[in-house]
């Protein structure tokens, strides 16, 4: 069986995919578990894993900076960009910011060359 890549995916199914998955995840919290907990630490407790972005900026952060070729890591900078934009859309800004949290990493910010390129090609 292959193994999806961002690619595979147009920007608007993913986009759906993601936002159908963060909303299912917090329909799932019952409204008096959140009544009791004080905003602070919590809160952390009850929040689904997804809500929290990190599995997802590590998947992300893992498809830029394995893929080998520059061309095609350019290629899916770009798709990242155009999700980011269907994500604004839809007004799910939890995955909005796992995205822009992966674009934040120091790995993924420190090529130069590939953040220069994106811009050409709009």
Sequence with gaps: MKELHILDLQPIE?????????????????????????????IQKILPQPIKNE???????????????????????????DVMEELRLMNNFSALLALHCTFQSSQIFRLNETWKVPYILK
């Excluded at 995919?17 to 905003?39: C, F, P, Y």
């Excluded at 394995?66 to 290629?75: A, G, L, S």
Aim: hydrophobic share 40%; net charge neutral.
């Design 55 to 81: 599995p997802l900026t590590n998947c992300l952060h893992h498809c830029i900076t394995f893929t080998k070729d520059f061309w095609e890591r350019v290629v899916v900078v770009s798709r990242m960009i």
């Design 14 to 42: 993913f986009a759906k995919q993601l936002t159908t998955t963060s909303s299912n995840m917090i329909r799932n919290i019952e409204s008096v578990e959140l009544v009791d907990a004080s905003w602070t630490k919590e």
